[in-house]
């Protein structure tokens, strides 16, 4: 028995010993990106407040600035877009450490049937996030930019909510006036750049909803009959999860909720599609059931056998 645990513990040793460098490399990639992204961190910078730039120039603003109001905020504002952006550079190689580590426990059928979901993560987060930088954001920002404005024109066209000067000479509410506070916006980097990496992650994230549903599918944890009959139920979280990660703005939250619920369908025309060719391959095979695999997959859940 002794000489039996100690000739189990040795594989377990090099595979800890194998985790160790799998991980030491991927920090190294990490903190390498970082440190070259730290480099080139203006630039993206401002590629990051390309949206509410657009957003300040067409509502007339020919020079747009952004402020910040801490000697130290510019800077850890560079150290927070480094490090997002080295995790995004890195990620790639911390992928294929970790594949390395896992891929000699699989067998070939299972690496054939990673590889596409390994491919699409990484295309629907970019395509997530590149949805989130060019059309919410600047959707967004033009919205709250412009609703001062859109307030304005309203209160023009009211006579009721125009703003009377000492000399009775009226003007309208929020425009310019000899009297008053005048309302102007003055963003801050470091929250302006907040708002568009939350959209970015959260959009990106969301984007992973086919990945995760059509490898619980290809496992056997979810139907396409039992996705289908949980539709009002994947609506409601649908919601409640765009509510927690974007920003808090309705408009944000409906625009993820239309981007992700379709994906939610595509996941269940996916699965089916599995479910199809599954059954093809065991009727190939002798090995399905017209009574019993037929029953089954016409309930959303898997009968108990009886006592």
């Not at 070939?108 to 629907?124: D, G």
């Not at 909510?161 to 102007?184: F, N």
């Not at 929250?191 to 994230?205: N, P, R």
Request: hydrophobic share 50%.
């Amino acid at each position: 028995m002794t000489d039996d645990i100690d000739n189990s513990s040795a594989p377990l040793v090099e595979h800890l010993i194998e985790l160790r460098n799998r991980i030491i490399w991927s920090v190294i990639a990490f903190i390498t990106a970082m440190i070259l992204c730290f480099v080139v961190a203006e630039p993206i910078l401002r590629f990051m407040l390309g949206p509410i730039e657009s957003a300040m120039r067409g509502l007339g603003d020919p020079n747009p600035v952004m402020q910040y109001t801490a000697p130290q905020e510019y800077f850890f504002t560079l150290i927070h877009i480094s490090v997002v952006a080295g995790l995004m550079v890195s990620s790639p190689v911390i992928a294929y450490q970790m594949w390395r580590f896992a891929a000699p426990g699989l067998y070939r059928q299972e690496k054939q049937a990673f590889l596409p979901f390994i491919i699409a993560s990484p295309v629907l987060f970019l395509t997530g996030a590149g949805f989130a930088h060019f059309i919410v954001t600047p959707m967004a920002m033009t919205f709250f930019l412009g609703f001062a404005d859109a307030f304005s024109v309203v209160t023009a066209l009211i006579p009721g909510l125009a703003e009377t000067t000492p000399d009775g000479a009226e003007v309208v509410a929020g425009a310019a006036a000899s009297t008053g506070i005048d309302i102007v916006f003055q963003g801050k980097v470091n929250e302006t750049l907040d708002i568009s990496l939350k959209l970015i992650v959260a959009f990106g994230l969301c984007f992973q909803l086919p990945v995760l549903l059509t490898l619980m599918g290809k496992a056997g944890l979810a139907t396409s009959r039992g996705l289908a009959g949980m539709r009002r139920y994947a609506i409601v979280i649908i919601l409640i999860v765009a509510a927690m990660v974007t920003p808090p703005d309705v408009m944000s939250q409906m625009i993820l909720f239309f981007a992700v619920y379709p994906l939610y369908e595509v996941s269940i025309f996916l699965i089916h599609r599995i479910e199809k060719r599954r059954e093809a391959e065991l009727r190939a095979e002798g090995l399905w059931d017209d009574d019993l695999d037929g029953k089954q997959d016409d309930d959303t859940e898997t009968p108990e056998p009886k006592a």
